[in-house]
Protein backbone atom coordinates (compact mmCIF):
# COMPACT_ATOMS: atom_id res chain seq x y z
CA UNK A 1 0.00 0.00 0.00
CA UNK A 2 2.89 2.26 0.65
CA UNK A 3 4.80 1.76 -2.59
CA UNK A 4 0.82 2.50 -4.11
CA UNK A 5 0.85 5.69 -2.52
CA UNK A 6 4.04 6.71 -3.78
CA UNK A 7 3.49 5.73 -7.33
CA UNK A 8 -0.11 7.70 -7.29
CA UNK A 9 1.62 10.71 -6.16
CA UNK A 10 4.21 10.66 -8.74
CA UNK A 11 2.11 10.36 -11.42
CA UNK A 12 -0.24 13.09 -12.48
CA UNK A 13 -0.01 12.86 -16.03
CA UNK A 14 -2.94 11.76 -18.59
CA UNK A 15 -2.61 9.40 -21.22
CA UNK A 16 -3.03 11.93 -24.18
CA UNK A 17 0.51 13.45 -24.02
CA UNK A 18 2.89 10.72 -24.57
CA UNK A 19 6.61 10.25 -22.47
CA UNK A 20 9.75 9.28 -23.04
CA UNK A 21 10.31 8.59 -19.28
CA UNK A 22 8.12 6.05 -16.75
CA UNK A 23 6.42 7.80 -14.10
CA UNK A 24 6.95 5.47 -11.77
CA UNK A 25 11.32 5.69 -12.02
CA UNK A 26 11.41 8.36 -13.90
CA UNK A 27 13.44 6.07 -16.17
CA UNK A 28 13.92 6.41 -19.68
CA UNK A 29 11.50 3.75 -21.95
CA UNK A 30 14.02 1.64 -24.20
CA UNK A 31 13.05 -1.64 -26.00
CA UNK A 32 14.93 -4.17 -23.21
CA UNK A 33 13.71 -4.31 -20.46
CA UNK A 34 11.88 -0.83 -20.05
CA UNK A 35 9.65 -1.66 -22.56
CA UNK A 36 6.77 0.96 -22.60
CA UNK A 37 3.76 -0.80 -21.78
CA UNK A 38 0.12 0.64 -22.39
CA UNK A 39 -2.95 0.12 -19.92
CA UNK A 40 -6.55 0.08 -20.86
CA UNK A 41 -6.63 3.66 -19.28
CA UNK A 42 -3.90 5.07 -21.68
CA UNK A 43 -1.57 5.53 -19.32
CA UNK A 44 1.75 4.28 -19.68
CA UNK A 45 4.73 2.55 -17.50
CA UNK A 46 7.41 0.85 -18.36
CA UNK A 47 7.61 -3.23 -18.40
CA UNK A 48 9.77 -3.37 -15.40
CA UNK A 49 7.59 -1.05 -12.99
CA UNK A 50 4.61 -2.81 -13.83
CA UNK A 51 5.64 -6.14 -13.19
CA UNK A 52 7.14 -5.00 -9.74
CA UNK A 53 3.37 -3.76 -8.68
CA UNK A 54 1.20 -6.49 -10.56
CA UNK A 55 4.08 -8.76 -8.09
CA UNK A 56 2.86 -6.49 -4.95
CA UNK A 57 -0.48 -6.75 -6.08
CA UNK A 58 -0.63 -10.53 -5.89
CA UNK A 59 0.29 -11.48 -9.48
CA UNK A 60 -3.42 -11.90 -10.16
CA UNK A 61 -5.06 -11.71 -13.08
CA UNK A 62 -5.30 -7.84 -13.34
CA UNK A 63 -2.77 -4.90 -12.54
CA UNK A 64 -3.77 -1.41 -11.08
CA UNK A 65 -2.79 1.98 -12.57
CA UNK A 66 -0.87 3.85 -9.59
CA UNK A 67 -2.63 6.70 -11.43
CA UNK A 68 -6.01 6.31 -11.73
CA UNK A 69 -6.81 3.09 -9.86
CA UNK A 70 -8.16 1.52 -13.28
CA UNK A 71 -7.30 -2.15 -13.18
CA UNK A 72 -6.59 -3.76 -16.82
CA UNK A 73 -6.76 -7.39 -17.37
CA UNK A 74 -3.36 -9.18 -17.66
CA UNK A 75 -3.61 -12.29 -19.78
CA UNK A 76 -2.06 -14.99 -18.38
CA UNK A 77 -1.18 -13.49 -15.61
CA UNK A 78 2.84 -12.00 -17.26
CA UNK A 79 3.16 -7.89 -17.36
CA UNK A 80 5.14 -8.86 -20.58
CA UNK A 81 1.66 -9.50 -22.55
CA UNK A 82 0.48 -6.41 -22.20
CA UNK A 83 0.09 -4.29 -25.32
CA UNK A 84 3.12 -1.93 -25.76
CA UNK A 85 2.43 1.40 -26.84
CA UNK A 86 3.17 1.82 -29.97
CA UNK A 87 4.02 5.20 -31.02
CA UNK A 88 6.14 5.43 -28.58
CA UNK A 89 7.74 2.09 -29.84
CA UNK A 90 8.36 3.48 -33.18
CA UNK A 91 9.90 6.13 -31.90
CA UNK A 92 12.65 3.92 -29.67
CA UNK A 93 13.16 1.82 -32.36
CA UNK A 94 14.04 4.89 -34.70
CA UNK A 95 15.92 6.51 -32.41
CA UNK A 96 18.34 3.54 -31.78
CA UNK A 97 18.66 3.25 -35.45
CA UNK A 98 19.41 6.89 -35.49
CA UNK A 99 22.27 6.77 -33.08
CA UNK A 100 23.60 3.79 -34.45
CA UNK A 101 24.17 5.28 -38.23
CA UNK A 102 25.66 8.42 -36.11
CA UNK A 103 28.12 6.11 -34.40
CA UNK A 104 29.48 4.17 -37.68
CA UNK A 105 32.36 5.53 -39.30
CA UNK A 106 31.64 7.74 -41.67
CA UNK A 107 33.39 6.61 -45.32
CA UNK A 108 33.84 8.72 -48.83
CA UNK A 109 35.43 11.39 -47.22
CA UNK A 110 37.82 13.32 -48.83
CA UNK A 111 41.01 11.76 -50.19
CA UNK A 112 43.77 12.30 -47.70
CA UNK A 113 46.14 14.21 -49.66
CA UNK A 114 49.33 12.11 -51.30
CA UNK A 115 52.36 11.54 -49.13
CA UNK A 116 55.04 14.55 -50.19
CA UNK A 117 58.31 12.96 -51.60
CA UNK A 118 61.05 12.47 -48.84
CA UNK A 119 63.62 15.66 -49.54
CA UNK A 120 67.07 15.35 -49.70
CA UNK A 121 68.86 15.96 -46.87
CA UNK A 122 72.18 17.52 -46.72
CA UNK A 123 74.43 14.05 -46.01
CA UNK A 124 72.54 12.45 -48.84
CA UNK A 125 73.11 15.22 -51.13
CA UNK A 126 76.84 15.09 -50.12
CA UNK A 127 77.34 11.78 -50.44
CA UNK A 128 76.17 11.96 -54.62
CA UNK A 129 78.30 14.99 -55.23
CA UNK A 130 80.91 12.80 -53.66
CA UNK A 131 80.44 10.05 -55.72
CA UNK A 132 79.95 12.29 -59.03
CA UNK A 133 83.65 13.99 -58.41
CA UNK A 134 84.90 10.24 -58.00
CA UNK A 135 83.64 8.90 -60.96
CA UNK A 136 84.68 12.25 -63.12
CA UNK A 137 88.02 12.38 -62.07
CA UNK A 138 88.47 8.89 -62.74
CA UNK A 139 87.18 8.92 -66.16
CA UNK A 140 89.01 11.71 -67.08
CA UNK A 141 92.21 9.76 -65.80
CA UNK A 142 91.31 6.67 -68.23
CA UNK A 143 90.87 9.36 -70.57
CA UNK A 144 94.26 11.28 -70.37
CA UNK A 145 95.81 7.45 -70.20
CA UNK A 146 94.14 5.93 -73.05
CA UNK A 147 95.39 9.38 -75.08
CA UNK A 148 99.14 8.32 -74.31
CA UNK A 149 98.89 4.97 -74.71
CA UNK A 150 97.17 5.63 -78.15
CA UNK A 151 100.04 7.58 -78.95
CA UNK A 152 103.05 5.39 -78.49
CA UNK A 153 101.40 2.63 -79.74
CA UNK A 154 100.89 4.42 -83.03
CA UNK A 155 104.74 5.40 -82.85
CA UNK A 156 105.52 1.63 -81.96
CA UNK A 157 103.50 0.84 -84.63
CA UNK A 158 104.91 3.00 -87.55
CA UNK A 159 108.14 2.07 -86.03
CA UNK A 160 107.50 -1.68 -87.18
CA UNK A 161 105.99 -1.11 -89.51
CA UNK A 162 108.48 0.92 -90.99
CA UNK A 163 111.89 -0.96 -89.69
CA UNK A 164 110.37 -4.32 -89.42
CA UNK A 165 107.75 -5.26 -92.41
CA UNK A 166 107.70 -8.54 -91.90
CA UNK A 167 106.28 -8.55 -88.60
CA UNK A 168 102.59 -8.35 -87.12
CA UNK A 169 103.76 -6.20 -84.73
CA UNK A 170 103.02 -2.97 -85.89
CA UNK A 171 99.68 -3.63 -87.59
CA UNK A 172 98.54 -4.94 -84.42
CA UNK A 173 99.53 -2.08 -82.33
CA UNK A 174 97.62 0.12 -84.82
CA UNK A 175 95.18 -2.20 -84.06
CA UNK A 176 94.96 -1.30 -80.48
CA UNK A 177 95.43 2.19 -81.04
CA UNK A 178 92.29 2.22 -82.64
CA UNK A 179 90.49 0.71 -80.26
CA UNK A 180 92.05 2.40 -77.64
CA UNK A 181 91.23 5.99 -79.35
CA UNK A 182 87.60 5.02 -79.85
CA UNK A 183 87.60 4.02 -76.28
CA UNK A 184 89.24 7.48 -75.11
CA UNK A 185 86.65 9.38 -77.14
CA UNK A 186 83.47 7.65 -76.12
CA UNK A 187 84.41 8.03 -72.51
CA UNK A 188 85.66 11.26 -73.38
CA UNK A 189 81.96 11.99 -74.55
CA UNK A 190 80.54 10.30 -71.19
CA UNK A 191 82.32 12.45 -68.80
CA UNK A 192 81.34 15.69 -70.30
CA UNK A 193 77.71 14.61 -70.33
CA UNK A 194 78.15 13.48 -66.86
CA UNK A 195 79.57 17.59 -66.04
CA UNK A 196 76.92 18.96 -68.05
CA UNK A 197 73.72 16.78 -65.91
CA UNK A 198 75.54 17.87 -62.73
CA UNK A 199 75.78 21.51 -63.43
CA UNK A 200 72.19 21.43 -64.84
CA UNK A 201 70.90 18.74 -61.76
CA UNK A 202 72.69 19.87 -58.81
CA UNK A 203 69.99 19.31 -55.52
CA UNK A 204 69.72 22.35 -53.48
CA UNK A 205 70.77 21.52 -49.79
CA UNK A 206 69.10 21.90 -46.78
CA UNK A 207 70.12 24.95 -45.08
CA UNK A 208 69.51 25.26 -41.28
CA UNK A 209 68.14 28.70 -40.05
CA UNK A 210 70.71 29.94 -37.38
CA UNK A 211 69.64 32.32 -34.69
Same mark, same amino acid.
Given at each position: ? /???? *? ?26 ? %? ?7 ? *? ?7 ? +???? %? ?7 G ?5 ? %???? %? ?23 ? =? =? ?23 C ?23 ? /?????? /??? +?F? *???? *??? /??? +?????? =? ?7 T ?12 ? =?Q ?7 ? +??
Amino acid at each position: L /VYVA *HIRSVGTQTGCKEEYECKICYNGFDLDR %RVPKLLSCS *HTFCQECLE +VLHS %REGGGWRVGCPVCRH %RTPV %REYKVQNLPNNGALSEELLLRDQTN =S =SEAEPRTGGPAAPPASAPQPTRESCERAESCKRVAFTAGCACAVLSFFS /VVLLLL /VGL +VFM *HNFK *HTA /VGP +VCMIVA =SVLALFSLTLTWLMCILKDQGE =SQTPSLPTSN +VT
